[in-house]
């Protein structure tokens, strides 16, 4: 511990008897310490705070970062994952710099460190509060283990648009959905408190609406109307916020004309004023620089000036806050109170990471270092597996195809049927496939010697060289999408003689986690041709045929939903993902996942989510009309709509009754209804409350989900079920974006997925 940290804790503790308690007079003391911290600073040490270095990037070569922190250059560092690799850099700046502030590190961990969970858009298929919670402080566990400090995540951009390969890191389209899960993940990343050592900072992103890039092409613009913005978009930053989430990263995209990067109603008016922000803001990677390509900046002095002024406080990957406030400050542009507002907040985060108090909190000594990093026993296997199980989704199952029996001849077909890197998903932090259950291993583990499984690969995840290409570009294990040379007929022929050896056929289908990441955006939603001709052959064998997919967005699948037994959506399921699907072919596990996004009969049907606005001429299925809202070449509305998916068993809603049919303001409304369990089997399912406002000033979306409770019921049982709505149930942003609950009715809707529901009517006095 140094003189600095020593005098700025004297400070602190002669405040602390009187009123330990107090928390006034903690933040005081955070505010003296780091008060007094500034005061020593120089200009040069201040801007070094401003400076996130990615790890192996080419900003910094390895050789040059130790200097450059022992010079007080830089303030954090991201993407090295163990405590040996953290040590020296924590070293330099605590025993080499002037000031001896500590770096903090930073990761993306968005869904696991070492034991990777299903994807976000998986996770939030289980409506599981309790299981994400847990994944998420498995996560904070498992990374701060490995000496990192905090991680770009949540990641809470509502995704409407499948066509963007972010959708996959999202949680979904709905703003209530997405805040709720947001709020959990936050809390857990965080833990009782942010200064324990086995505790992350959540920086939530992309601050703000990434997920409504034009056209679903990643980095596009967003052009959006305010009421929409506060009504679907901002909520889940908001809920993070709200949280408590100690970081924000700031998005790539603009936003009504202006980058994020540079936009000061973002993050000074809405962030620090109206929400009441006090952490830190980090750019996005390079998106400082990017200002000039946005068109807002001649140069990267003036990039950095936007930047600065808007509220950026650090910046990522991105040499520009170095090269150019130094210049900023000596020609009075830039104001010595804009660079010591940024400081401030880095400062901040890292006191309230417990940093100051002892650097090497989540470091720990060399002596305690695990002797292998990838040990088994740093894995949550059992617990990657309960979430993964948790989040399939069953969306056909014709004749009772599913689920399967341990015993005969199963065919097992299709390029995702082993793959150990696809299975993880994008972003799989410090994941490695070679400890990934594939679905080949989980169905053979689980069979064990009770049934015969036979394998082929059938098809390529696409016959498109080009497509590979680009897709290998981002390849962590060089290549990623291997392709098998043999051609697609000899590949398909063998598919079709395992098939016809077997009782059915699991076909494993979909697309590659490279796929469904940052910078792929796609046309279509198709499985890719070279696998639809794989399904071709197989159906035509007149086997039972259950798809098992593999992917990170809503696919369009017309074709396969006519031609399949049983569709499983499996997502990108984890470290434990082949056991996880195993155990609800074979009846182990019952699903109980719903969707989380709708998914559209074709491309052309986007925008698909199910909370859009009311309009004029809405079409209405029971008497379809000429000139209602409609495309007249397929049928309205989606395949699969938001909240849906089935379960072994059969659950029945009815008698869905209100406590009364006013509502005065500040009282309470119970709605409740009986839900049975009228199948064989025990099982899970979630009950959704949704509300349509009938009338009011602004044009009110056809439904919003306000509720949800997810309920397990044994074969045969039922229950009723309460939910209690409020005055706050009802409110929404009108045009002067206040947020109100006008008088007026509403239909309180309830349902086991977002179309099929019960309803009930009351008014808001
Ligand atoms: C992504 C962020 C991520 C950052 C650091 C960027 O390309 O947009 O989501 O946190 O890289 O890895």
């Known amino acids: ?122 996770q939030a298929s289980s409506w599981d509060m309790q299981a994400i919670a847990k994944s998420a402080r498995i ?4 990374a701060s283990a490995d000496g990192i400090d905090m991680t770009f995540a949540p990641m809470v951009d509502i995704s409407r648009d499948p066509r963007w390969g972010r959708t996959s890191e999202g949680l979904g389209e709905d703003p209530y959905l997405v805040s709720r899960i947001a709020k959990v993940m936050v809390k857990a990343y965080q833990g009782d408190s942010l200064q324990a050592p086995d505790s992350l900072m959540a920086s939530v992103k992309h601050f703000a609406l990434y997920g409504a890039v034009e056209g679903g092409r990643d980095y596009n613009i967003v052009d959006m109307s305010p009421v929409r913005m506060y009504q679907a978009y901002l909520p889940p930053y908001r809920a993070a916020i709200d949280a408590g989430a100690g970081g924000v990263m700031i998005a790539l995209n603009s936003i009504n004309g202006t980058p994020a990067t540079a936009n000061t109603w973002l993050l000074q008016d809405l962030l620090r004023k109206d929400w009441g922000f006090k952490g830190i803001t980090i750019s996005d990677h390079g998106a400082i620089g990017e200002l000039l390509k946005h068109g807002v900046a001649r140069n990267g002095r003036e990039a950095a000036k936007l930047a600065i002024k808007a509220g950026v406080d650090m910046s990522m990957h991105d040499e520009l806050y170095r090269q150019e406030l130094p210049k900023l400050i000596a020609s009075g542009e830039v104001k010595q109170q804009e660079i010591d507002n940024a400081v401030r907040d ?51 199952n014709e004749n009772q195809t599913l689920p399967l029996k341990k015993h005969g001849t199963i065919a097992l077909i299709g390029p995702l049927a082993d793959a150990p890197i696809d299975i993880l998903g994008s972003w799989a932090a410090a994941g490695l496939p070679r400890q990934s259950v594939s679905l080949l291993k989980g169905l053979r583990e689980a069979l064990g010697d009770q049934a015969q499984l036979i394998h082929a690969r059938g098809a390529n995840i696409t016959n498109d060289q080009r497509i590979v290409d ?57 499985i890719p041709a070279s696998q639809r001709a794989l399904l071709a052959a197989l159906k035509a064998t007149g086997k039972p045929l259950v798809l098992v997919l593999m992917n990170g967005r809503p696919l369009a699948l017309q074709g396969e939903q006519e031609q399949a037994d049983a569709i499983l959506e499996t997502w990108f399921s984890g470290t434990e993902g082949g056991h996880a699907i195993a155990d609800v072919l074979f009846g182990d596990y019952n ?57 072994y ?58 509720n949800f409770q997810k309920v397990m019921l044994k074969a045969g049982e039922e229950k009723i079920i309460h939910f209690t709505i409020t005055e706050d149930d009802l409110k929404f942003y009108n045009i002067h974006l206040e947020q109100v609950a006008e008088p007026g009715e509403f239909n309180v809707q309830i349902g086991l997925d977002s179309e099929t529901v019960q309803e009930q009517r009351f008014e808001l006095l």
């Not at 310490?33 to 801007?47: D, G, H, R, S, V």
């Not at 996560?139 to 498992?142: C, R, V």
């Not at 060399?366 to 002797?371: E, F």
């Open 346 to 396: 880095v400062l901040g985060a890292k006191y309230d990471m417990g940093l100051f108090e002892d650097p090497y909190r989540r470091i720990g000594s060399a002596a305690d270092d695990p002797a292998d990093t990838n040990a088994e026993s740093r894995l949550h296997r059992a617990e990657a597996r309960d979430m993964a199980r948790r989040s399939l989704v069953l969306l056909k």
């Open 591 to 647: 699903p109980s996942g719903k969707l989380p996004i709708s998914f559209p009969r074709s491309p052309g049907q986007i925008p698909t989510y199910y909370n859009h606005p009311r309009i004029g001429r809405p079409f209405n299925p029971e008497k379809p009309d000429h000139y209602t809202s409609q495309y007249f070449e397929e049928p309205n509305g989606p395949l699969y709509p938001f909240g849906y998916g089935l379960s």
């Open 139 to 142: 996560s904070a566990i498992e």
């Open 1 to 122: 511990m140094n003189k600095l940290y020593l005098l700025g804790l004297l400070a602190s503790l002669l405040y602390l008897p009187a009123l330990a308690d107090s928390p006034r007079v903690a933040l005081q003391d955070k505010q003296i310490f780091i008060a007094n911290l500034m005061q020593q600073m120089t200009l040069e040490e201040k801007i070094g705070q401003l400076r996130l270095i990615s790890i192996g990037g080419e900003e910094m070569p390895k050789e040059r970062l130790i200097e450059e922190i022992a010079a007080g250059h830089v303030g954090g560092t991201f993407n090295s994952v163990t405590r040996t690799e953290n040590r020296p850099l924590q070293d330099a700046a605590v025993n080499s710099s002037r000031l001896k502030i500590p770096l903090f590190f930073a990761y993306d961990i968005v869904h696991g460190h070492r034991t990777i969970f299903p994807i976000s858009l998986a």
């Open 470 to 526: 680009y897709l290998n570009v981002i390849s962590f294990w060089e290549p990623e999408v291997v392709q098998d040379k043999r051609s697609p007929a000899a590949m398909i022929a063998e598919a079709v003689e395992a098939a016809e050896q077997a009782d059915v056929i699991v076909a494993a289908v979909g697309e590659s986690r490279s796929m469904s990441h940052e910078a792929v955006s796609r046309t279509s939603l198709d």
């Open 649 to 706: 068993t059969e659950f029945s809603l009815s008698g869905l009754t209100l406590s009364s049919r006013t509502l005065q303001r500040n009282a309470t409304l119970d709605a409740s209804v009986t839900l049975k369990n009228t199948g064989q089997r025990d099982g899970e399912t979630v009950v959704q409350l949704y509300i349509q406002d009938i009338t009011a000033s602004l044009i009110r979306p056809v439904k919003e989900l306000k």
